[in-house]
């Protein structure tokens, strides 16, 4: 299933929901579908009943739920019987907002494990590719704060010149996990979603100059969405998807998922090693070959619409503001 998080107003209030996107124009509200549930079984305290099964914040609820890949497909067979039966009705894009389909992330890890990618990037250093590049799975810390989800404006900070899109394959974990090894860490993914890193590139390479960091060049702003693809849509194993970019229409970056030297159950193997991996918590594959400006010698500018897409998980749409600084949309 396609799981993400809709805004729907009434005349009292506006709701956060957990939603199923179909056809990619109509999603199917999945906690308005347990209040209808609960209700129908005769329950007083039915919209209690409905939080306890279904809290409306996809975070919190794989970070709760003890199997969440299971009990969502669950709710969707329910939320399917009263979508036939007509006790619920699907909800039109043009009627809700569409958000981050995750608000929370407990810990946002973002790799560097295209290697077509890192090649350019040294090159470009004029350093030879390291050795320990082909070892472990490498990758830094992001902050969580500055996450986005489809349509809003992405920031272009005041401190920077130069602005950049990255072209990455997320990952959230499903379950928690501690020294798990790779050919079992299949099990421990939820889905996968479409990332864009946005880097303040001439602030990075000042930070990386010094041998720390990225920070102020990247946290700043980061983009998901506009689905999660839970991971029983792709047979339970990794896949092998095409990646493109758009800037105003024009395809600037073309790659694969599969290209990447480490795989996901790699990188959880590494990271789960004496340390805890929690339900929620974000991957990031690292940029797909040809996957950004810095690599292609051109950056998207303000006023620019970047549209990045992942097969099987859909299309990912923002612009860039035309401000400079903090436009108070996280």
């Known amino acids: 299933m396609k799981l993400t998080q809709i805004v729907t107003a009434s005349d009292y209030r ?16 999945l906690n308005q579908a347990m209040d209808v549930y609960f209700k129908s079984k005769g329950h ?22 003890s199997n969440p890949l299971e009990e969502i497909l669950e709710i969707e067979e329910l939320s399917k019987s009263l979508l036939k039966s007509g006790d619920i009705n699907l909800i039109d894009s043009k009627s809700l907002t569409l958000k981050a389909p995750l608000q929370k992330i407990p810990t946002y890890r973002d790799f ?5 990618h890192v090649k350019k990037g040294f090159e470009k250093r004029n350093e030879p590719m390291p050795k320990a590049w082909y070892e472990i799975p490498a990758y830094y ?10 349509n809003q404006d992405i920031l272009w900070p005041s401190y920077t010149e130069v602005l ?13 996990c501690l020294n798990v090894k790779a050919e079992k860490a299949v099990k421990n993914i939820f889905g996968f979603t479409i990332l864009n890193d946005i880097s303040a590139r001439d602030i ?14 990247k946290d700043f702003c980061s983009v998901i969405g ?68 810095l690599e292609l010698g051109k950056y998207p500018q303000a006023g620019d619409l970047l549209e990045l897409e992942i097969e099987k998980i859909g299309k990912l749409k923002n612009k860039i503001s035309t401000n400079r600084g903090y436009l108070g949309n996280f």
């Open 14 to 29: 506006t709701q956060l929901s957990i939603a199923v996107l179909y056809d990619d124009e109509k999603f199917l509200n």
């Open 44 to 65: 007083y305290n039915y919209i209690e009943k409905s939080n306890h099964k279904l809290v409306n914040c996809l975070s919190t609820f794989l970070s709760l739920s």
């Open 112 to 116: 560097y494990a295209h290697e077509l």
């Open 141 to 150: 810390k992001g902050s969580t704060l500055g996450f986005i989800g489809p």
């Open 164 to 176: 950049d899109y990255e072209l990455e394959l997320g990952m959230v974990i499903g379950r928690d």
């Open 204 to 217: 990075q390479k000042k930070e990386m100059s010094i041998r720390l960091g990225p920070a102020k060049g």
């Open 226 to 293: 506009p689905v999660i693809t839970t991971i029983d849509e792709f047979e339970y194993k990794e896949p092998n998807l095409k990646m493109t970019a758009s800037v105003n229409d024009n395809i600037w970056s073309t790659g694969y998922s599969g290209d990447a030297h480490f795989s996901f159950s790699e990188m959880i193997e590494h990271v789960s090693k004496d340390e805890w991996v929690v339900a929620g918590d974000l991957f990031g594959s690292g940029t797909v070959g040809t996957g950004c400006g």
